[in-house]
């Protein structure tokens, strides 16, 4: 298995409170994701990240930030929560960009904003 | 824009009959093309995959076929298991310069005894 750990695995926070979620990694891999999961909506990019201080926005980046000092850590936070933003998030890290190979993913972080 | 389509579901089988997982894309370009499964409490993982047209990706009795003319890459199975319950989720990804991968929206699939 890859090594991906995120953390926390699960958290119940409070609207309007900041949240940050921890993706670690061990397989050296350069590029690295935070996705969102929804019924309805699968899976969908919220930032990623190609490098050390390298990132960008997806499709889904209104209400979060990210930040990546080290290889092997990609942080996502929530700067104020809001109950839009209850959902499980999902790191993927990748080790090429190329578009045939498989991206990896940690198990998920379930977050619920009350 | 690109994006993929797949029928959600929920899909519910006997063990042992014939599933079919329909799924469509939308994409500029030559994409690859994936299945990942999502079984409870998990993660996702790579299923099968296939590269360019006509490509047929296979795993676990699992196969789909990359099908450009339909643009398609439907998911089959001959005889499932109850231990294949899961999501599964068709994606695409694209030799952009960060390779974002694409996902439809999952279709979950219980098989009874």
């Known amino acids: 298995d890859a090594g991906i750990t995120q953390s926390p695995r699960h958290k119940v926070t409070e609207t309007g409170t900041p949240v940050t979620l921890r993706c670690h990694q061990t397989?050296?891999?350069?590029?690295m994701y935070w996705y969102r999961q929804d019924p309805g909506h699968g899976l969908r990019l919220i930032h990623y990240?190609?490098?050390?201080?390298?990132?960008d926005k997806g499709e889904v980046s209104d209400g979060y930030s990210v930040s990546r000092s080290k290889t092997e850590d990609f942080l996502l936070t929530l700067e104020s929560a809001t109950s839009s933003q209850t959902s499980v998030y999902f790191c993927?890290?990748?080790?090429?960009?190329?578009?045939?190979?498989?991206?990896?993913f940690g198990q998920g972080t379930r977050l619920t904003v009350v | 824009g690109d994006s993929v389509t797949q029928m959600e579901g929920p899909v519910t089988l006997s063990e042992e009959a014939f599933l079919t997982i329909n799924c469509t894309y939308t994409?500029?370009?030559?994409?690859?093309l994936f299945w990942y499964v999502q079984y409870p409490g998990e993660g996702l993982q790579l299923l099968l995959k296939?590269?360019?047209?006509?490509d047929k990706g296979s795993n676990k009795g699992f196969e789909a076929t990359y099908r450009k003319e339909t643009t398609s890459f439907h998911l089959e199975k001959g005889s499932v298991q109850v231990s294949d319950s899961a999501v599964y989720f068709c994606?695409?990804?694209?030799?952009?310069?960060?390779?974002?991968?694409?996902f439809g929206p999952g279709t979950s699939l219980s098989v009874i005894p």
């Open positions: 993927a890290i990748k080790d090429k960009g190329a578009s045939n190979t498989e991206a990896f």
């Open positions: 397989e050296n891999h350069r590029y």
């Open positions: 990240s190609y490098g050390v201080k390298d990132t």
């Open positions: 994409a500029t370009g030559y994409p690859s």
């Open positions: 296939a590269t360019k047209a006509d």
């Open positions: 994606a695409l990804s694209l030799r952009t310069s960060y390779d974002k991968v694409i």
